[in-house]
């Protein structure tokens, strides 16, 4: 019986979570149940207590004996008196056990009472301390308790099919050891995608591989931090030998491979080297050499087609966080090698999407020959690299189209570079230096530069419905974005790392709500 009203009082307080719609019928509700509840727990108890058999014995006869009879054997009377002695006896136990009984009677009572004024005491302090409490407390409150209570429920019946569903789980064929959801080149071709779209994440329904992904052959625990930053194994990533001899760009260092081995390291410091190239990068924003990115405001960086990451690893040891991200490759994938040394990267594509960070995200963006042709699609590029580029962040880009004298022969790399020139300047980016075939822009800190331009020179800015804080896969715009964020801070005012990791009730106050409230700081 006191499971059932337990039961009973979770399906009622389920149904009253789900129809909360006004406070002065809850309250209503809330009491009458309470008295409905009290008044069925005390007939329970009544009930118990009348079904409870209570036998009281009757009083013993006394009769006593005869005056006129008077008997002459001495023991008759003393048969008497041995009777009327184990009576008195035995009605001295019956009254006991009738006080113990009424005792006992008393304390189930009293026990009662106290049992009934708690109940109404806790109802009507639960009432008032509802009543004190805000309505979206109640609803969130709620919420998560359906949320744990399905979630409880799913563990449950996970944990009752785990045999049988095991037995369902099978490994994957071998010819999908690489496989990675929602990228597969050949279906978009026979999709129509051209044109690099092809590259895009596209997710259909009923590809998803209901099997679990087999390691490579031969595969092999990589090595330890920091060894295996320069040093891989070779089983454990699909490439061939003839892209490992001709990997050479000036973001991947010359890869030795030693028998069962992919070693990064370089024997000698060449012209092109990264070391030789970040410091090149420094000494083009202003700086005297790397390890000054830090005071210049450099923390984070994005680099595009990062090739196989060493241009990333050069600068961990300098505090620089460097992700890399790059299309997806079959064979060869920059991504893949990239993480196998244990360096942060991850698959897109500047094609049709918006990439999925936030606005105003990196304090540098770097493509060394990156394959992307920032002077197609009217410069939408562009714009998604000014949008995830921080106020005062730089965009290195290295690529022969820069190359003055190659340019100055070739009408057609003069006129693709004139563009994307051009255009740069009509997004507030400062040419910076330009030194053979690397060019350094720094974005703008203001925002009066964009109402400062020419009418019909450059792209727009977007509306507030069209700046999103979080685009998740989004298509590229052709506006200029992150000119509503609260987080518009220039890099030069904000606090360097690692005091940049400490931040203040103000600072935090940009990141705390944002996700959920729009911001409302517009300067």
């Not at 959801?181 to 051209?194: A, I, K, M, R």
């Not at 012209?271 to 410091?279: A, C, K, Q, R, T």
């Amino acid at each position: 019986m006191i499971i059932t009203i337990i039961y009973e009082e979770f399906l009622f307080f389920h149904e009253l979570s789900r129809d909360w719609i006004d406070r002065k019928v809850v309250y209503s509700t809330l009491l009458l149940y309470r008295r409905q509840l009290v008044l069925r727990y005390l007939s329970i108890s009544s009930s118990v207590l009348t079904n409870k058999k209570v036998i009281k014995m009757s009083r013993p006869l006394h009769r006593g004996a005869p005056a006129i009879r008077v008997t002459s054997s001495s023991n008759d009377l003393l048969d008497s008196q041995v009777k009327e002695q184990t009576e008195k006896e035995e009605l001295d136990r019956n009254q006991s056990s009738h006080s113990r009984h009424r005792l006992t009677m008393l304390l189930l009572k009293s026990s009662l009472v106290v049992i009934v004024i708690l109940a109404l005491t806790g109802s009507f302090w639960w009432t008032l301390s509802i009543s004190t409490s805000s309505r979206g407390h109640i609803f969130h409150s709620s919420r998560r308790l359906q949320e744990q209570l399905v979630s409880d429920l799913w563990d449950i019946g996970e944990l009752s099919f785990g045999t049988s569903r095991m037995k369902e789980i099978e490994f994957c064929p071998g010819e999908l050891e690489n496989y990675i959801p929602c990228f597969n080149v050949s279906e978009n071709l026979d999709s129509g995608f051209s044109d690099g779209n092809e590259y895009d994440r596209v997710c259909r329904q009923g590809s998803r591989q209901n099997c679990l992904v087999l390691p490579p052959m031969n595969y092999k625990i990589p090595l330890r931090w920091p060894t295996g930053r320069d040093i891989i194994w070779v089983a454990n990533v699909k490439i061939t030998g003839q892209e490992v001899f001709t990997s050479g760009s000036l973001t991947k260092r010359m890869m030795m491979l030693e028998e069962e081995q992919i070693s990064f390291r370089s024997a000698s410091l060449m012209f092109d080297g990264v070391e030789d190239y970040s410091h090149q990068i420094a000494e083009m924003i202003g700086l005297r050499n790397e390890s000054n990115f830090i005071q210049a405001g450099i923390r984070t960086i994005l680099d595009i087609g990062c090739g196989y990451g060493s241009f990333g690893a050069h600068l961990f040891s300098e505090q620089i966080l460097t992700i890399c991200i790059a299309n997806y490759e079959s064979s060869g994938s920059q991504v893949q090698l990239t993480l196998e040394r244990g360096l942060p990267a991850m698959i897109g594509s500047f094609s049709s999407k918006q990439l999925p960070y936030p606005s105003l995200s990196f304090d540098l963006l770097h493509c060394a020959r990156c394959g992307i042709d920032w002077d197609k699609k009217d410069g939408t590029f562009l714009i998604e690299v000014d949008r995830v580029l921080r106020p005062g962040g730089y965009f290195v880009w290295t690529s022969p189209l820069i190359n003055v004298q190659s340019s100055l022969r070739n009408k057609e790399k003069q006129k693709r570079w004139n563009f994307v020139r051009d255009f740069a300047e009509n997004l507030c980016w400062e040419l910076m230096s330009q030194q053979d075939e690397t060019v350094v822009w720094k974005k703008t800190s203001k925002k009066t530069c964009y109402n400062s331009r020419k009418s019909g020179s450059g792209p727009s800015i977007c509306s507030k419905v069209q700046d999103v804080e979080f685009p998740y896969y989004r298509p590229l715009q052709n506006c200029i974005g992150g000119m509503h964020s609260c987080r518009w801070v220039p890099i030069e005012e904000r606090a360097t790392w690692p005091s940049r990791s400490n931040l203040n009730r103000s600072e935090l106050a940009l990141y705390g709500n944002f996700m959920f409230f729009s911001c409302l700081c517009y300067k």
